[in-house]
């Protein structure tokens, strides 16, 4: 099974950070990768998918990178609604969550 | 717009089971791949199970293969899990998802449900 590691646990930050969130994969899964925000007491929501493409809808503050292993999710200019918990998704083989990384008010 | 509600979750006992549905609205639910996903309280999501357009395929995590069974009905447009001899790890939140399928085994899910909660406690 692939492994998804995401970076930090928890993130602190203001309205108007750049914040990074990193996810790296056990082994190669190319671009396969998607990236989710949920908020208390919702089903997530899909942000960005094929690593780099943004979701319909989707603010362009949201923006991804990376493939093989090492994959980023960055806000440019975090917002109020922004404060969350982002999940990445692996699709190369089936599919497997991060851990998950809280956007909290620093 | 697409629009998923589960309905079904509830308080159970260990080796007892539970239905879960989905209703879905708002697209062509026979030309979607659909997924069951869960959470358990405070942890990260698990993917559990997909079927595919026509029911013909179905895939389940080990975790649950052997218990869980998904089915849908294209007529009524719902979804479902059938979940059977449930354990206490199996307490989560369950979420209804759509399936963007793009072939070998790679898929990933643009639109969720609310979710219902299931939990497993004598």
């Known amino acids: 099974d692939i492994q998804m590691t995401q970076s930090p646990s928890t993130l602190s930050a203001s309205v108007g950070d750049r914040v990074t969130i990193t996810c790296r994969a056990s082994?190669?899964?190319?671009?396969?990768l998607a990236w989710y925000q949920q908020k208390p007491g919702k089903g997530p929501k899909l942000l960005i998918y094929?690593?780099?493409s943004l979701e319909s809808g989707v603010p362009s503050r949201f923006s991804g990178s990376g493939s093989g292993t090492e994959f980023t999710l960055t806000i440019s200019s975090l917002q109020p609604d922004d404060f969350a918990t982002y999940y990445c998704?692996?699709?190369?083989?089936?599919?497997?969550f991060g851990q998950g990384t809280k956007v909290e008010v620093k | 717009q697409v629009q998923l509600v589960e309905s079904g979750g509830g308080l159970v006992k260990p080796g007892g089971s539970l239905r879960l549905s989905c209703a879905a609205s708002g697209f062509t639910f026979s030309d979607y791949y659909m997924s069951w996903i869960r959470q358990a309280p405070g942890k990260a999501l698990e993917w559990v199970s997909y079927i595919n357009s026509d029911s013909s395929h179905t895939h389940y995590a080990d975790s649950v293969e052997g218990r869980f069974t998904i089915s849908r009905d294209n007529a009524k447009n719902l979804l479902y899990l059938q979940m059977r001899s449930l354990r206490a790890e199996d307490t989560a939140v369950y979420y209804c998802?759509?399936?963007?399928?793009?072939?070998?085994?790679?898929?990933?899910?643009?639109?969720w449900g609310q979710g219902t909660l299931v939990s497993v406690s004598s």
């Open positions: 082994q190669s899964i190319s671009s396969w």
């Open positions: 998802a759509r399936v963007l399928y793009y072939g070998s085994s790679r898929y990933y899910f643009d639109n």
């Open positions: 094929k690593a780099s």
């Open positions: 998704q692996q699709y190369n083989s089936y599919s497997t």
